[in-house]
């Protein structure tokens, strides 16, 4: 008997790749219980007739499938070739684990032990990448069978998948634990290693530019402990390309045409953790412009007059960015002709001899193109007309991509899709005709807050609101908010038709109750209520459009507010006490009714109205109070901003405010006749945080300062001021007047932490508030005898309550004009601080961040400048309500 044998042990070696670097590969297959492998035995000389054939050994196979796999046949010859070529069909299939042929005279036996059967795919070691993320590149699957093959590949898929992360270290050892019934767990051990970060980047053959300045342009930078958070630190291959590239751009950008780089290789450390990587680069000689000029073909754009508009000009210093922009710009002219698809071409004239780039800007000849239609594509929830209504351009108009930049902006603005959007432009019926086709990814535009959370400013916030600002998918915006807080509640339900009756024209409304608990300061950190503002009320709004980009914007608004304070705390007698209640504050109770009309004049040209990038808005604003009502006044405000892109992400922003309100009433006085500021308390503006970072709430512009009076220890029976902050009260009061500037900076973070929600920025702001009446800078009360002193014509300047007149020959610290003692020592000075339009600046940086449980805003700003009295503020926060 003779038997033809190639067998394939089960413990084998899988994979003996060689990665870069000389990064070792996977490891062998190993099992559990480890088999001696069986001889080979010699197989002698066989030929002959095929007499029957039998198979053995098979379990799930049907012996005629197993026969189907061979070319071996009952009745035809055999050699030994022939049974060789047999077992290698058979391994092939990858479904036997080992194969024999017996010859018994012509009698083939086919004993075959197949291949098991997977019960379970198992990961071990892996946490820095979790299952979710290896799953899907393993390819094997339960019930399936298992092949040597398949895990090799598997491997090197998961191997593949670390170096992306780049942890080229990484390792994956297979296992094979057999089971019973033929079947096999795969385990998949893997030992993730450190992640490989470029340790150093060496450059040679700059001249020109130093290893720094060059390193600089590139996104891959040298691991150093100060970017711990940098991901540009690992080791990415695809990121090598991208860096050559980047080197390019910047040599190309400085006049250097005939840079190249000649080679980038990533090397290996002997440690097997980091990489170093070094460019060889040639740079070549530096170019000037030579003569440019534009040559068109298009009768409507004389290549002349583009020709003076070129920003580049014969002698300066070549610039491909340049080049680049300008072919953009000259198809954007040709775009705002009509010309949608006009070529512009840039034909090079190099003169080596004089170092110059000539420079022809040919636009071939286009026919002038119209709107053929517009498409819109991937709204569900939105209706056509509401993204329609948008576009600047209608089927059968001139084409003109200054229109459709604006379209888009527009479309941006609305907020109801994702950043992304694009107006794509296709070639329409004829070659004058195109479709515009917009492609919108709808997001959600119902928002639900429920939160609840902890305000420097107002301490513990509740607050619940439902708004829908596409509402029934026709861009009207409805909303309704409850708020809660330790000093403000509020209940407003508000909607908006942008486009009423189809019009070009916005009509909206708001009911509210807003009850407002204000507050002063006690001491450094204590505060007591003062005054309650109770404001019940409604607006209508309508806006129409004047021009593209500015629009007029109409309102009427009726409040009915109600001022009071506390009569236990406040009143003797039955009125409130100018001693108990501070200047100001008697004068401003009482019920009013406020019936105003008002107008803005709105200026507006930013590419997005949610997240600007460039443009500008300007708002100028005025409301008239006293038709009808118990309140007048004219309330004038303009406030402005500016965005520019500085590149790499970041947004410089400046924004500028200011107000100024004129009372129309008539002259008014307090309770002791003393003249009183005629725009009352709660009509004036004022200015802190959030405002102007940096300082308190209200803590910027005229207030009161209430100081108690202690006896001076040097002067016995003479009383001086306690200046311990712990016995001061702090009451600010407004102004008629103020304005407020700002400039910011938006930093850019990588692609993990914007999809966190967060926005770091840096700020300087500065400001004021001022403009009320300047009373006496000191007024004196409390239980006192009070003794005019002779031949004083002095009027009264504040109510002091005297409890024995009999005493009097009392002497102490007393407005001019009088003499005044302190009997028990509750006597108090009250000082007018802070009435000044010097600027109050401060500096800082904060970060916005969308976080799970609401809208987060941190702050830490530096009061640079301030007046005497201004409270001030280090760190500002607001958690779980809008900011």
């Known amino acids: 008997m003779m038997s033809s044998k190639r067998q394939r042990p089960v413990v084998a070696a899988l994979l003996a790749t060689t990665m870069m670097g000389g990064l070792s590969a996977v490891p062998a297959l190993a099992q559990d219980a480890a088999q001696p492998a069986a001889p080979v035995p010699a197989v002698a000389p066989a030929a002959g ?26 009745g035809q010859p055999f050699t030994q070739e022939s049974l060789d070529q047999a077992l290698r069909d058979l391994y092939e299939t990858e479904l036997f684990a080992d194969v024999q042929i017996r010859n018994d005279n012509g009698a083939l036996t086919i004993e075959v032990k197949e291949n098991p059967v997977i019960n379970r795919i198992v990961l071990e070691g892996n946490k820095r990448l979790k299952e979710d993320k290896i799953r899907p590149e393993i390819k094997l699957a339960p019930r399936q069978i298992y092949t040597r093959s398949k895990v090799r590949a598997d491997v090197a898929r998961i191997i593949e998948l670390y170096r992306r992360q780049g942890r080229f270290a990484a390792t994956v050892e297979p296992k094979m634990v057999q089971l019973d019934q033929n079947r096999v767990d795969i385990v998949f051990e893997i030992s993730e290693g450190p992640k490989s970060k470029v340790r150093q980047i060496n450059i040679i053959g700059n001249d020109k530019f130093n290893d720094g300045e060059l390193r600089s342009q590139m996104v891959t930078k040298q691991s150093r402990w100060f970017r711990v958070f940098s991901s540009g630190t690992s080791y990415d291959p695809d990121r090598l390309a991208y860096d050559q590239q980047k080197l390019r751009q910047f040599y190309l950008t400085e006049g250097y045409a005939d840079f190249r780089v000649i080679s980038a290789v990533a090397e290996l450390t002997p440690d097997k953790q980091d990489f170093i990587i070094t460019y060889v680069v040639e740079e070549g000689q530096r170019y000037k412009f030579g003569d440019v000029k534009v040559e068109s073909d298009i009768r409507d754009l004389s290549g002349a007059s583009l020709t003076k508009t070129l920003p580049m000009k014969k002698g300066d210093w070549y610039n491909a960015k340049q080049v680049e922009d300008t072919v953009d710009t000259l198809s954007q002219t040709a775009g705002l002709f009509g010309y949608a698809f006009a070529d512009v071409q840039p034909d090079f004239n190099r003169d080596k001899d004089s170092l110059t780039m000539g420079i022809n800007f040919r636009i071939a000849n286009a026919p002038r193109v119209y709107v053929e239609r517009v498409d819109i594509n991937g709204n569900t929830l939105t209706q056509d007309k509401v993204v329609r209504r948008e576009f600047r351009l209608a089927e059968g108009d001139a084409f003109n991509s200054f229109l459709v ?8 603005s609305l907020g109801f899709f994702q950043e992304k959007l694009d107006i794509e432009q296709k070639p329409g019926s004829a070659p004058d005709r195109i479709v515009l086709e917009t492609n919108v990814q709808e997001k959600s535009t119902g928002e639900l807050s429920l939160s609840a959370g902890f305000s420097s400013l107002e301490r513990f916030i509740v607050a619940a609101s439902i708004t829908q600002r596409n509402f029934r998918g026709k861009g009207q915006e409805l909303r309704t908010s409850v708020n809660y807080s330790s000093y403000s509640k509020s209940v407003e339900v508000g909607f908006t038709e942008p486009y009423f009756m189809d019009k070009n024209i916005a009509l909206g409304g708001d009911i509210y109750r807003r009850d407002l608990n204000s507050f002063r300061y006690l001491n450094n950190n204590d505060r007591d209520t003062t005054y309650k503002q109770t404001t019940t009320g409604f607006q209508i709004r309508a806006g129409v459009p004047i021009t593209e980009y500015m629009s007029l914007a109409l309102r009427y608004s009726l409040n009915l507010d109600d001022v009071s304070l506390d009569e236990d705390t406040y009143y003797t007698n039955g009125a409130c006490d100018p001693i108990l209640a501070g200047r100001y ?19 507006d040209n930013r590419d997005n109205r949610i997240r600007p990038t460039r443009g500008h808005n300007v708002v100028l604003s005025q409301d008239f109070a006293g038709l009808g009502g118990s309140v007048k006044y004219i309330r004038t405000r303009f406030n402005g901003s500016k965005f520019w892109p500085l590149g790499g992400g970041f947004i410089f922003s400046l924004s500028a405010e200011g107000g100024y309100i004129h009372s129309l009433e008539g002259e008014r006085r307090d309770a002791s006749g003393a003249l009183v500021d005629k725009v009352r308390l709660t009509d004036r503006f004022f200015l802190g945080n959030p405002q102007i970072r940096g300082f308190d709430i209200r803590g910027i512009g005229p207030r009161i300062k209430r100081y108690s009076l202690i006896q001076d220890p040097d002067n016995p029976g003479a009383f001086i001021r306690n200046n311990d902050n ?51 800078e000191t007024r004196f009360g409390g239980f006192c005898s009070l003794t005019p002193l002779p031949n004083t014509n002095n009027p009264a300047l504040a109510p002091v309550r005297t409890t024995n007149n009999e005493l009097g020959n009392c002497t102490g610290v007393a407005p001019s004009g009088y003499q005044a003692a302190y009997l028990d020592g509750t006597g108090f000075e009250e000082v007018y601080l802070g009435d000044t339009l010097k600027p109050r600046v401060s500096v ?40």
């Open 585 to 603: 504050l008697c004068d401003a109770i009482g019920k009013r009714t406020t019936s105003s009309l008002g107008y803005s004049l709105i200026y």
């Open 49 to 74: 007739t095929i007499r029957s054939i039998s198979v053995v050994g098979q379990q799930r196979l049907e012996p005629d499938t197993v026969l189907s796999y061979t070319k071996l046949r009952i």
């Open 726 to 776: 712990n016995n001061t009260r702090d009451d600010a009061l407004g102004g008629k007047i103020y304005y407020l500037a700002r400039a910011e900076v938006e930093i850019p973070l990588g692609s993990g932490a914007r999809e966190m929600g967060l926005r770091p920025s840096i700020f300087v702001d500065a400001g004021a508030v001022a403009g009320l009446r300047d009373p006496q």
């Open 405 to 412: 930049k604006r379209s888009k902006d527009r479309i941006n």
């Open 844 to 883: 800082g940086f904060g970060v916005n961040w969308n976080s799970p449980f609401g809208p987060f805003r941190i702050d830490i700003a530096k009061a640079l400048l301030k007046e005497p009295g201004d409270d001030t503020q280090l760190i500002s926060f607001n958690v779980g309500t809008q900011f």
